[in-house]
């Protein structure tokens, strides 16, 4: 069973072919605005998920603050595009990226992230190349164990470190709880504005994270500002967090069915350069919207591999289905273009203008 | 510790970078064109792995008798380059891939692979925009259960309807054997033979795949040439499989150790958005040259999680180290450019022209 609009994608493009409704990303886009809203924190979506200007003005139009990246690459695209109050939300090292930051300063206002010496060591290079002073947060370890001091103490150090640094401001806290640890983040942020305050600092950007901790958005007592970025697609990930649904998932990808190889076997053209080994922790690599009881159980580079022997429904060779990813963020990142659509029509094609830079 | 290398690439670059050592290319290419010379098939590079018309023409120069592609969006940019035999082993479906077929048809020498009837159906539509007859060969599941016809009967019967197909040239068999799987693959090839025979048809193009297959090249009686990708750079999948030897991985990525993040880890500017989630069925993401005792754990999409427990060397936050990744055709597919060195010198930059094209 192929849709009519899957027909015309693939007659027209071909598959596999990513396929964004506006309708589903506008609706997306206008009600986390208004979580944010609703909460009392500023919205600064991070880009990551679409990588595209054109998206990115949508949300700013809707009333975000301004914009998070992760590497400069995806900065430089949008500040080339006009936009001019950006969070790089990485450690940056190197002085290759702080010739980048530093002209990237010159044109926009940035704000970058650091949780060690090292990296506010070199950031004074930027500021001086921009000739402004560059606003720096700390990143705060609360509960993931990635990035970030691990205590309010050193969080303290450095806060005073990037105050006493040629050219950098320090700027606040960035923050990324997981969606259970928001007790344990507030006593830690508690702790170090305190600290920072006793040593006549403040903290004006109090940044958190994460589109499933959308239902979190506010509960830390001192934010300003919240850094979802799946929400204006969603996918199987946050439908399993709780906070989409079906219906607000935006992307899916098309994919032609290539091969039966068997009665309980079938081979979709979307593989793991499409839809990415990235699981998300779910079960199966995508639901298949046309045979929801199919598992995309394994891939090959270019093939899907369909374990069919608990779906009723079977499809067909040249059936074109829509699945939707586990973890949109990093299938977008497979491609250059995706193609937009408004319910049942096809409006042209979008580019993921930000892809294929590796920093 | 730093390689001197390493911080000039650094340092003109920044990281994460992927870095070919031409030195190593070159001796892969030349000692794989040697293997299959010395079985007597000829060597039919898949350039999955690569993405680089250059390099296509590096193996055609060694000695290749042509390419194998995926897609036609791989297949496109090599015929654009001049390369005219082609083989896609994929099954192409829809009048899109047909139109673009025939338009390749006409330029170069193309051969694509069938293992089913729709597929057939749908081929002589390129054929007849092509103005001759177009080459397709059968392909065959010898064990891996993922596409090809499950049957020699299956096989002699497709071989017939490509014969009676208006401008498809019955052209032979292609298969994919198992490491261990060749006396099957053998039986079943045996098999089809005689069936086309007995129909009056016969088998000019009978291909093998595989860089772990190297070992087994030429041990299928009958076959006329192979399909190897990966070994022009190799990976820790390559030296698992006893393929081949740390010295002949040519493709190393450049991390920075952007955070330690506590005693016990570290955080890599390499996550998934440069190595991939795809392990290749190994333990951890890669193999750090420096540090061969830490682990690369997991990954968020920017960070590459270091488990330094079992090591006892201990990177600095600003280090950058080399890493082999698992699977080396995922990670070349996440970006636009690789950086060419020799020994220790900086060659350049060489575009993975045919990348970020899904179809």
Same sequence: chains 1, 2.
Avoid at 160 to 183: D, H, N, Q, V
Avoid at 186 to 203: C, S
Avoid at 298 to 326: K, Q, Y
Wanted: with cysteine.
């Amino acid at each position: 069973m192929t849709t009519p609009l899957a027909v015309k994608i693939a007659r027209e493009y071909g598959t596999p072919c990513a396929v964004i409704d506006m309708e589903r990303v506008e609706r997306n886009i206008a009600r986390i605005q208004a979580v944010c809203d609703a909460a009392g924190v500023a919205n600064r979506p991070h880009i990551k998920t679409h990588k595209s200007p054109v998206l990115a003005r949508l949300q700013i139009a809707a009333g975000a603050k301004g914009i998070t990246c992760q590497k400069l690459g995806e900065a430089e695209v949008m500040a080339n595009a006009g936009i001019d109050d950006i969070l790089i939300s990485y450690n940056l090292i190197g002085e290759e990226k702080m010739a980048r930051l530093g002209a990237l300063q010159a044109k926009a206002n940035m704000t970058v992230a650091a949780d060690n010496s090292t990296v506010i060591a070199g950031l004074p290079q930027a500021a001086t190349a921009s000739g402004r002073p560059l606003s720096v947060v700390v990143e705060c370890d609360t509960g993931r164990k990635r990035a970030g001091v691990e205590t309010p103490a050193e969080a303290i150090a450095l806060a005073r470190e990037i105050a006493a640094s040629k050219g950098l401001l320090f700027a606040g806290f960035m923050l990324y709880p997981t969606e259970t640890g928001w007790a344990e983040a507030q006593k830690f942020y508690d702790q170090a504005l305190a600290g920072v305050r006793a040593h006549g600092l403040d903290a004006a950007i109090v940044s958190t994270g994460g589109t499933p901790n959308l239902k979190n958005v506010g509960k830390l007592k001192g934010a300003t500002e919240h850094r979802p970025g799946t929400y204006i697609y969603n996918d199987r990930m946050q439908v399993a967090a709780g906070v989409a649904n079906w219906d607000d998932c935006a992307l899916n990808i098309y994919s032609t069915v290539v091969s039966r190889a068997g009665p309980d076997r079938g081979i979709l053209d979307a593989g793991s350069k499409t839809l990415t080994s990235d699981t998300g922790g779910l079960e199966g690599h995508g639901l298949i919207l046309e045979h929801p009881e199919a598992k995309i159980a394994r891939f090959a580079e270019e093939h899907g591999f369909l374990d069919l022997t608990r779906s009723n429904t079977r499809p067909n060779v040249g059936d074109v289905v829509r699945i939707v990813p586990n973890h949109v963020c990093v299938v977008v990142n497979m491609m250059d273009e995706v193609v937009m659509v408004r319910g049942e029509e096809i409006v042209g094609t979008l580019s993921v203008a930000a892809r294929g830079k590796l920093r």
